[in-house]
């Protein structure tokens, strides 16, 4: 009995030193991120403006929104030692739900928002138990759900569709100050993120899952339920992004998920934050660094009319040269 009691503390103690040393943000993409950002200076300095100027900032943020959005959700289901791929058909399939149930009256908003929240925690659960249950790996399993929403999609829609009312693409366009609402969104899904997993039970567990899932198991943790409850995190992070392109949009369209890349993009995004593919090690912060990165890459990009072939050789070298930074530094710890 005594034993077993110990057991049932490992993962707690053991996620403790986790999330401590995750709460501090990968030190090495936010270096990173201040030396593009002094070489954006310089870039468009050198090209006639201004990269530091107000409506290139704001541009930054509206732009890296929904893909922090999503990467702080894809950082949940990795950490747990889990992978989705469904993310980015999940919100072409939420922006058409919205749309569709918003269509004719503004006080459809509430049931809207509901709905986009019930259909992507079903698409994570579906995702969580062919996972654990079915005991298919998770680039599979939600590779197969993806297709399965894919189908879904081109067989009923050759376009957009619904129609979101004025009073809600505020949350697309409006500003505080400075500050766009979209950006807000992203930050409190953040935080409630970073609060979940570094002050919860269920976020010790993650990292206990993305860890090692057998000492996890042994020490008492119910592992498939906790990876379940990170699909479903995951997709309903997705849900939220929906909704925040369907306000940009002022409609629904099948292609908003798939066309912005939010599958390879968001996991792109938490691994140059510092998470581990394996899981157990990384956190919110390192992603947030990660999305940032990637929003000043495009601004550049953009500045400088890079062609689109350019820009993903770019994002490539970044990814492989981080990753391999990463792992040098792992080897050697």
Known sequence: MTQQLKLRRVPAEGSVLQRLSADRPARAVYLALALLVALGWVLFAL????????????????RSAALGIVAVGQTVVILAGSLDLSVAYLISLTSLVAAEIMTGSGANVLPAVA??????????????????????HAFIATLGI???IRGALDERYDGPAGRVPA????????????LPVSALLWAAVAVAVWFLLSRTRLGYRIYAVGGDGEVARLSGVRTERVVVAAHVLCSV????AGLLLASRLGAGAPTVGTDGGYDLESI???VLGGTALAGGRGGVGGTLGGVLLLAVLDSIFNQLEVNSFAKDVVRGVVLVAALAIYARRRRTA
């Open 47 to 62: 090209d006639g403006g201004q990269f530091l100027s107000q409506a290139n900032i704001v541009g930054i943020q509206q």
């Open 268 to 270: 792109a995004a938490v």
């Open 146 to 148: 993806a297709l399965i």
């Open 167 to 178: 009073s809600f693409q505020h949350l697309g366009y409006d500003r505080i100050g400075p």
């Open 237 to 240: 992070c997705a849900g939220i």
């Open 115 to 136: 709905a986009v929240l019930a259909v992507s925690a079903l698409v994570g659960l579906v995702n969580g138990l062919i996972v654990t249950r079915l005991r298919v």
